[in-house]
């Protein structure tokens, strides 16, 4: 197991981890969680991690429900992850 501390953002709850994701263990139903799959890509303990901190992290390599691919910041939110496309490396515009 890793030493990577999981504390829910919303209520500060222990948070459970497994293969679908992380999830609020609260049972007064805080209801937070992130998905493990987001647009086709797994994404690692680090990488929830990150995102149950609140940082964003870069996804490269993401499926579009087109089937296209796409790259984005999953950025953390109140209901769970969003895609961000602000200041992405090697889009940026002169
Ligand atoms: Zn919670």
Do not use: H, Q
């Amino acid at each position: 197991m890793s030493e990577l501390e999981w504390v829910c953002p919303k209520c500060g709850s222990a948070m459970r981890i497994n293969k679908g994701g992380a999830f609020c263990a609260d049972e007064n139903g805080c209801g937070f969680r992130v998905w493990r799959k987001v647009a086709g890509k797994e994404l690692t303990d680090e990488e929830l991690n990150a995102l149950v901190r609140g940082r964003k992290v870069l996804a490269l390599g993401l499926k579009s429900k087109a089937g296209k691919s796409f790259n984005a910041w999953l950025v953390p939110g109140a209901e769970g992850v969003e895609f961000s496309f602000e200041g992405l490396p090697g889009k940026e515009t002169n």
